[in-house]
């Protein structure tokens, strides 16, 4: 990435000077930093990318609970989908708490206050494992997903800001690029160290070692961040008309659009395993199935590099219908085709999974102005649909079936191709992207 060091660069609530970086506010309070102590975006931008990986191998962790859990304490399927509810309705109850933490601390240190809620929750799933008591599994996840939900509130509109507003879907995509990177070998990981285990009170203590490693992992990351030069970045706040950035029809579709991606995306992964282990669909055991997981996430991957190159000369609305519409398809085959069509079809959805979050986002921020920053911590509050689609799959997939349950998909697919056609138009005969 390059630096704009002529004019003024606006993405979200932040605001790049020629020679300073600053961030207004509504208050009186303005922080700067001077671009000669930054030495430019790459270091700032690396460290960003570090937590998408941190973001992706702890969210695909709970592809591998699921079926691991599901058989330690025996659970129904809607009973072990309380495990992405837990983790995901973090997002929807803790967004606006996490954009106070932001105002009072600032995006730096509620970074690192992120993290460290992180490795707390990581470090729970010990006593957990020891207790084999499912609840106080699903408090560390919830504790977890609460630090990734103040992470992500602060790190996508920071990364937006470090560069052009023009090429900020790429910068998400690249970043997007080393989350996928991270949901291909946590699988790997969980199969290795969690699935490899009969035994019922082994096997619940069989998730200490992962969960103790990734807790240092995300202390050190903490740390590097705390000690490090980053651009100060404060959020502007809004006191406007209590309508706000509602206001906003592509705003308002968006975070629809949102929350039935992540809920399609989580929900496919979630049922993989089982969806594999079923003897008409591949007949493969939970840890071979595990495997095949990576490569659906490993779709994703391939997708964010690919789209790093094309989203900045493609129309995004355009982008966005194409790969829902091919979601769609193959969703389709899978339910209604078996052995390994059925199977590759579904893994191949990753791979039109994976632009699909850096065309939502800027879609539903687009002209928003002085709402962006109330835009943006809407839109990860519409995350919560990691929460509430897998239950409804499970609900399916207990009392229909597990294949036919991925209908779900197909609907949310569904949305997201009018999002793309229609609900991302602004009003008011604003400029789509």
């Not at 079926?67 to 997002?91: E, G, R, T």
């Not at 903490?222 to 404060?234: E, G, N």
């Not at 835009?375 to 649909?385: K, R, W």
């Amino acid at each position: 990435m390059t630096n704009d060091q002529h004019g003024k660069i606006t993405s979200g609530s932040v605001h790049y000077l020629q020679e300073t970086m600053e961030v207004k506010q509504t208050t009186s309070t303005v922080l700067t930093t001077p671009l000669s102590e930054t030495k430019g975006y790459s270091g700032p931008i690396a460290l960003m990318v570090s937590l998408f990986f941190i973001f992706g191998i702890i969210t695909v962790f709970n592809d591998v609970l699921i079926p691991h859990l599901k058989s330690v304490f025996s659970l129904s399927y809607i009973q072990a989908m309380l495990i992405q509810f837990a983790f995901f309705s973090a997002y929807f109850l803790m967004a606006l708490p996490a954009s106070k933490v932001i105002n009072r601390f600032g995006y730096k240190n509620s970074i690192v206050i992120g993290l460290l809620v992180v490795m707390g929750g990581c470090l729970l799933f010990y006593p957990a494992a020891s207790l084999v008591f499912y609840p106080l599994f699903l408090l560390a996840l919830f504790i977890m997903a609460s630090g990734i939900t103040l992470l992500q509130v602060s790190v996508n509109p920071y990364i937006s800001a470090l560069g052009s507003p023009e090429t900020a879907s790429s910068r998400l995509n690249l970043a997007g690029g080393f989350n996928s990177l991270a949901t291909i070998i946590g699988p790997l990981i969980g199969a290795h160290f969690i699935l490899s285990n009969g035994d019922i009170q082994r096997g619940a203590e069989a998730v200490q070692p992962p969960y103790l490693f990734l807790a240092v992992f995300v202390l050190t990351v903490a740390l590097v961040i705390h000690f490090s030069q980053l651009p100060k970045l404060a959020i502007e706040t809004e006191k406007k008309k209590k309508k706000g950035a509602w206001k906003f029809r592509n705003l308002r579709l968006g975070i629809i659009a949102i929350f039935l991606y992540v809920g399609a995306e989580v929900t496919i992964g979630s049922f993989l395993i089982n969806y594999f282990s079923l003897e008409h669909i591949a007949g493969l055991s939970e840890q071979q199935a595990a495997k095949y997981v990576s490569l659906y996430w490993g779709g994703a991957m391939v997708g964010r590099f690919i789209g790093v190159l094309f989203l900045g000369r493609v129309k995004v609305s355009k982008a966005l219908t194409a790969v829902s519409v091919m979601a769609f398809l193959l969703i389709l085959t899978s339910i209604f085709a078996t052995g390994a069509i059925s199977m590759w079809t579904v893994i191949a959805v990753g791979l039109f999974n994976s632009i699909m979050w850096p065309c939502i986002f800027p879609l539903a921020i687009k002209d928003l102005g002085e709402y962006t920053s109330q835009g943006s911590g809407l839109l990860i509050m519409g995350v919560v649909g990691g929460a509430i689609i897998p239950l409804i799959q499970g609900i399916l997939a207990d009392y229909w079936s597990v294949q036919a349950s991925f209908s779900i998909a197909l609907i949310c697919y569904g949305y997201l191709i009018f999002y793309g056609l229609n609900g991302s138009k602004p009003k008011n005969n604003q400029v789509a992207v």
